[in-house]
C-alpha cells in the first residue's frame, strides 16, 4: 500500500464533529472540547454554545487554536457544516445530561449523527434517546 493510500483511508475515517459546550466553552470546563480541537485527528466543523454564538473558537477562547471554526446557536445551525458526529464536549455538575440539552441530542440523532459522550450518564440507558436512535 502506498503512503498516498495510507493517507487516503485515514482522511475517509475522519469524523466530522459537531462539539456541544453549551454555556461553559472556556479552558476550564471544556477540557474535553479544547483537547479535541487541540489534539485531535478528527475534522472540528463547529462548535455549540448560544452564549458565544458569532464568533469563532479562537475568539471565543482568546487563543491561537481554532481559528475558522465557527461557534454556532444550535445543533440546527450546527448541522449546516455537514458534522457527522457530535461529541458532549463540557461536564455539566453531577456528570448528567441537562435536560436543556435534550432537544439538541435528539435532533442530532434524528439527523444520522454519532453520539460521544464522556458523561457519567450513559445515554443508552435514556429510553427516549435510545428511542430515538433505535
Known amino acids: 500500500m502506498s503512503h498516498d493510500t495510507v493517507g487516503q483511508e485515514e482522511k475517509s475515517r475522519m469524523r466530522r464533529i459537531a462539539i456541544l459546550a453549551e454555556g461553559a466553552f472556556e479552558w476550564h470546563y471544556g477540557k474535553t472540547a479544547t483537547g479535541v480541537i487541540r489534539y485531535g485527528k478528527d475534522a472540528v466543523v463547529a462548535v455549540i454554545d448560544s452564549t ?12 491561537s487554536i481554532g481559528r475558522g471554526i465557527p461557534v454556532v446557536r444550535d445543533i440546527n445551525e450546527a448541522l449546516k457544516y455537514q458534522p457527522d458526529t457530535l461529541l458532549i464536549g463540557i461536564a455539566p455538575m453531577g456528570g448528567a445530561l441537562p ?12 439527523a444520522g449523527l454519532d453520539i460521544v459522550s464522556g458523561l ?15
Open 52 to 63: 458565544k454564538a458569532g464568533q469563532d473558537v479562537a475568539q471565543a477562547l482568546g487563543a
Open 99 to 110: 435536560t436543556a440539552w435534550r432537544w439538541q441530542l435528539l435532533a442530532a440523532i434524528e
Open 120 to 134: 457519567h450518564f450513559f445515554i443508552s440507558d435514556d429510553e427516549e434517546l435510545r428511542a430515538a436512535a433505535e
